[in-house]
Every structure is written in C-alpha cells, then in structure tokens.
C-alpha cells in the first residue's frame, strides 16, 4: 500500500502541476489590464528578473501586435487615408521602443488610453507626407 500511495502522490503532482501553473499564468495574464498609456508602459517595461517577465513581455508583444494588425487592415481599405507611413516593416520590438521612446517624452499623456498613446507614438515617428 505504501508504494501505492507513493505512486498516486507522484501522479497527482505530474498531472497537476502542469494545470496549476497555467492557472497562476492565467491569474497573472489577468491582472494585466490596460487601464492607459502608463498601464503598457508598466507591462512593456517590466524586469528580467520579475517572476511576471514572461507574461508581460508576451503581452506587451501581443498588444503591439493586435494593434499593428488592426493598423495594417483598416489601411488596406481604400475609404481609410494613411496616417503612419514607416516606409519598412516595423517589427513589435521597434514599435515596443518607439511607444517607450514616446511615452518617455510625453508623460502628460499616459493617462489617455494604451492604444491612444501608441497611435500618437507611430504618428509622431512615421508620419505620411502631406
């Protein structure tokens, strides 16, 4: 009975331990919310050595994503006028750094909404010409 036993407890934790940390990811991943500009700054800038870098790092990336692919379907659109003309590809490293370049130079307004400041920092940085 005692290896029985020593066996179910090791089954229970290999089965489980992979459910309980997704669950504490998911818990984190939750807790980041995009409240303004200063609230993607935070999830953009956290430390390597945070125990949430993983997670923010992914979601300063996917933020940066969604909002660059969102960008990229509405210019598609022949009733849509361009308003960030990079002239490249912008990777979400450089559009991560570009917004933190921004954010660092206009901390009066990250108050205003995340995707807000993003914008402004993409227009600021690539603007069309006129």
């Known amino acids: ?17 992979p459910a ?10 939750e807790s980041f919310e995009l ?38 379907a509405a210019a598609a659109s022949p009733n849509v006028k361009n308003f960030v003309c990079p ?5 979400r490293a ?3 750094d570009v917004f933190l370049e921004w954010a660092a130079a206009h901390p009066e307004r990250l108050s205003e909404p995340a995707i807000d400041g993003l914008v402004r920092s993409a227009v600021a940085k690539f603007p069309c010409e006129s």
């Not at 009975?1 to 331990?17: H, Q």
């Not at 609230?39 to 990336?61: H, I």
């Open 20 to 29: 309980l940390a997704q669950s504490d990811a998911d818990s984190a991943a």
């Open 94 to 96: 450089e559009m991560r």
């Open 87 to 91: 002239g490249h590809v912008v990777s």
């Open 1 to 17: 009975m005692g290896r029985f036993l020593r066996w179910s407890v090791i089954w229970v934790f290999a089965v489980a331990t």
């Open 35 to 72: 409240s303004d500009a200063q609230a993607l700054v935070t999830a953009c800038t956290v430390p390597a050595d945070n125990p949430l870098y993983q997670t923010a790092k992914g979601f300063c990336a996917g933020f940066m994503t969604g909002a660059m692919q969102l960008y990229s």
